[in-house]
């Protein structure tokens, strides 16, 4: 290191200026606008994450969306809560209890309403994918231009309000080239430009549950059958050596 | 006592002596390899279907307003209705993947060529068959894939010229898909099909025995046999290839179970995502594209851009597509090679069948991709090489020079 001579140290000492200059200006310009960051979903099948996913939906989704494939009992039962007390919290204790995830909206009042039935949600995992659904639910922002004052990135127009905002914070949409109005309209970020109730990685982990929970709503049976496989690929292993074993004896007396 | 009371029985209806002759004194090449399985995993695949039909169609209802419902029903309420389920949809895509090896051994060895026209024959109905039942299953779930698929391929009957509107509608029995096809299409898959699959699957096993396996070298052993009269290259079914097809096909159950129970919609290839939305009537799916084990001919299908005297590009299309699979059944007489297996054959025959295994390969994957300019030219390009596959054969066959045959195996 000694022999290092100035012209280096300077060198290295002028990268390192430059470098800092570039942070200095990229930090300027974020807090302008910061690219608001969405991260990759991550498939698990942890109950207590699908049981704080359940927990989002039936406070913030089931209000507006129907779930009529599922049974209240299934739920109960797969994500270990106690019949009562899950009845007590969910259903309203006593009386006539629904047996579906389900509301009192008619179609025809749902229409009225939002325009639109808002969409069954049963099996909303299998029909767009776990990954588009944890970006949908990240991805609405404030557009005075809709009547609900809010619009979607990756559902342009859409008729269901952003009922997460609290939580998030607000959202803006950005176009990331400035001036030329064509390349504008095709590179848009989003930024986040006030704090909700939560940090970002907390609603980040919030989408994730319930994304995990709707991966689980439309295959309930995913939990059982993952249980189920190692017993089932052992026993054919085992079955399988066998077999081999006796083929091997068996061909044997066959020359080549 | 066993004894007399199997004696008994054997006096009246000859079950031993049908064992005997058709598993332990039934005499098979010995050289046989593991592309030979795969007849025997298309018969556990299809017993398997069998059996899990039954149980789905206890719990389903044909009516397009409980269809895509009951399914759900079986998914979530019934004991184990997923795990039946699933195996239904997956055991499908493992025939077909079975079947594609199994006719594939058949052409790679020459099994169709003589005495063995008849084996092959029934092979290829079973085929065409099979397809039929795939196609009538894939509209009962009731989902937007069943009734776009069952709409697209319906529908083409309708550019056939003057009769078209007639027959689609004699096939549908309705202007479109509708509650009666849903319904007629579900008497064809449980019992129509199935019962006519059945019958030549018998008529495929008889006449293989009447004749025998081929092997992989294409020598004939009846020519040379032993004092008894019993071949020298061969030995009896049972227990040889009880034991090793027994290894096998645990083998394949093993990989059957864990796509069963860890992947059973196979990342879109054996279950749809479209599907899992109820058919809509009102709103065409973006992207129509049947399951993967159709996309080869579909894509054929698709690669006809050109109306011809007048008539729909459509119609030459399913033309193309109908002939595609029954030049298949004419190959016993396209072959007129003097030998059977691929290993004998000329330079020319080794480098068309690459070429045909190739462009069947590659008409499966532009199937399955939306339709751009590129796959388009791919799928016309690998049509182009199917088709002279077939129609060049008589020629490269008779004038090419093949191999000398060993004598024995
Ligand atoms: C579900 C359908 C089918 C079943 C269950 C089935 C079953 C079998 C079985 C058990 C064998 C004897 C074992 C073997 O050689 O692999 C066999 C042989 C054969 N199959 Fe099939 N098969 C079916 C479909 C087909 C199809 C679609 C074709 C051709 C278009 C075909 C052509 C043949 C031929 C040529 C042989 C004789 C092979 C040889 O001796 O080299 N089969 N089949």
């Known amino acids: 290191m000694k022999v290092l001579d100035d012209s280096a140290v300077r060198f290295v000492g002028n990268i390192f200026l430059l470098m800092g200059l570039m942070l200095f200006s990229s930090v300027g310009l974020a807090s302008q606008a910061k690219p608001y960051y969405i991260g990759e979903y991550e498939k698990n099948t942890d109950r207590d994450s699908i049981e704080r996913g359940f927990v989002t939906y039936m406070q913030f989704c089931a209000s507006c969306h129907k779930s009529e494939y599922v049974r209240h009992r299934r739920i109960s039962a797969d994500l270990e809560i106690p019949w009562e007390e899950y009845k007590e919290k969910w259903l309203g204790g006593a009386g006539n209890l629904p047996v579906f995830l389900s509301n009192s909206w008619t179609s025809d009042t749902a229409k009225e309403v939002f325009g639109v039935v808002p969409p069954d949600l049963s099996l909303i995992a299998a029909q767009k994918s776990p990954d588009w659904l944890y970006r949908y639910l990240h991805s609405f922002y404030a557009d005075s231009s809709q009547p609900l004052g809010s619009n979607n990135l990756l559902a342009p127009n859409v008729k269901m309000p952003n009922v997460l905002a609290f939580m998030q914070g607000v959202i803006e949409k950005q176009s990331c080239v400035n001036g030329d109005q064509k390349g504008a309209d095709q590179c848009i970020t989003l930024v986040k430009t006030e704090q909700g109730v939560m940090e970002d990685h907390e609603f980040s982990a919030a989408i994730q549950d319930l994304t995990n929970f709707f991966v689980y709503l439309s295959e309930p049976s995913r939990l059982e059958a993952e249980l189920l496989a190692p017993k089932v690929l052992l026993f054919i292993l085992v079955f399988c050596l066998i077999a081999y074993l006796l083929k091997r004896e068996f061909w044997k007396d066959i020359p080549k | 006592m066993f004894n007399a009371l199997m004696n008994w029985f054997d006096q009246r209806l000859p079950i031993l002596s049908f064992l005997r002759k058709h598993l332990s004194c039934y005499f098979v090449p010995k050289n046989l390899n593991f592309l030979y399985v795969f007849g025997i995993f298309a018969l556990v695949m299809c017993f398997s279907q069998l059996i899990t039909g039954i149980w789905l169609a206890m719990s389903y209802t044909p009516t397009t307003s409980e269809a895509f419902e009951s399914i759900q029903y079986i998914m979530r309420d019934v004991n184990f ?329």
Request: with cysteine.
């Open chain 2, 81 to 409: 209705g997923w795990l039946i389920r699933h195996m239904h949809t997956t055991g499908a895509s493992f025939l077909f993947a079975i079947l594609y090896v199994h006719i594939f051994k058949a052409m790679l060895y020459g099994s169709y060529q003589k005495p063995r026209e008849l084996v092959w024959l029934f092979g290829w109905l079973l085929f065409a068959l099979f397809s039929a039942e795939a196609f009538t299953g894939y509209l009962l779930p009731w989902g937007q894939m069943s009734y776009w698929g069952a709409q697209v391929i319906t529908s083409l009957f309708e550019v056939i010229p003057f009769v078209g509107d007639s027959i689609a509608q004699w096939v549908r029995g309705d202007y479109t898909v509708s509650e009666i096809t849903l319904k007629r299409f579900f008497a064809l898959h449980v019992i129509g099909f199935p019962v006519l699959i059945g019958l030549l699957l018998f008529l495929h096993i008889s006449s293989l025995h009447h004749v025998g396996s081929n092997n992989p070298k294409g020598v004939d052993i009846a020519l040379k046999l032993d004092g008894k009269g019993k071949p020298l290259d061969a030995i009896p079914f049972h227990p040889y290839y009880t034991v090793k097809d027994l290894f096998y096909v645990l083998l394949m159950l093993g990989l059957f179970a864990a796509v069963v129970l860890y992947v059973p919609d196979f990342w879109g290839y054996f279950i749809e995502s479209d599907n899992a939305l109820p058919a809509n009537i009102l709103s065409t799916p973006d992207h129509i594209a049947p399951l993967w084990y159709f996309a080869p001919f579909y894509s054929i299908l698709r690669a006809v851009t050109y109306p011809l005297f007048g008539i729909e590009a459509r119609f030459w299309g399913a033309m193309l597509m109908y002939l595609s699979i029954f030049l298949l059944a004419l190959l016993p007489w396209l072959d007129r090679s003097p030998v059977k297996s691929l290993r004998y054959k000329g330079k020319v025959s080794k480098f068309m069948f690459g070429l045909f295994v190739i462009s069947f390969v590659s008409l499966g994957v532009c199937g399955v991709m939306a339709m751009n300019a590129t796959a388009l030219f791919i799928a016309q390009v690998s049509s182009l090489i199917y088709f002279s596959y077939f129609l060049l054969m008589p020629w490269f066959t008779k004038f090419e020079q093949c191999q000398n045959v060993p004598d024995r195996v």
